[in-house]
């Protein structure tokens, strides 16, 4: 099944070390949720090797089914604890977005039980970017997350 849109949800610790995590869709929730494959990135890196990173992530969007019934989600399960607010403590967090005919952006978010969307801080790159352009929006993204 093609789909019109993708999503990877991006921790960064306060190191600047980065978690990415595709998404999929959940059959009983009808809605979008972690799959179980991980990606790590330690700092430094370049913005050649974030965007290689990130269109990996994108291309393994929708390639599992998210399992429901899993009492752990996967990044509480690849941080080695039993609790969402556990795993992502001290993390900021950066969704990274594909729509078809929109284009790309990053959407930072603030963090108060959970993780709320910082809609009015997104940035869009368009249907097309260098990897320059990439790494300067990721990192303005994080600048406009709020932990």
């Not at 179980?36 to 090797?49: A, G, N, Q, R, W």
């Not at 320059?132 to 990192?139: S, T």
Request: charged letters at 30%.
């Amino acid at each position: 099944m093609k789909y019109n849109y993708k999503t990877i949800n991006i921790y960064i610790d306060e190191k600047n070390n980065v978690i990415i995590i595709p998404t999929g869709i959940s059959k009983k929730m009808k809605a979008n949720m972690n799959i179980d494959v991980v990606y790590e990135l330690s700092y430094p890196y370049d913005p050649k090797t974030l965007n290689e990173q990130i269109n990996i992530a994108l291309e393994k969007c929708f390639s599992k089914i998210p399992d429901e019934n899993e009492k752990i989600g996967v990044i509480e399960k690849h941080r080695g604890v039993k609790s969402y607010s556990k795993a992502t403590e001290g993390l900021k967090l950066v969704l990274f977005n594909w729509d078809d005919g929109v284009g790309y952006s990053f959407l930072p978010t603030e963090r108060k039980r959970g993780y709320n969307f910082l809609t009015k801080k997104t940035i869009k790159l368009g249907e097309e970017y260098t990897p320059e352009e990439l790494f300067g929006a990721f990192n303005k993204a994080l600048e406009s997350c709020i932990i």
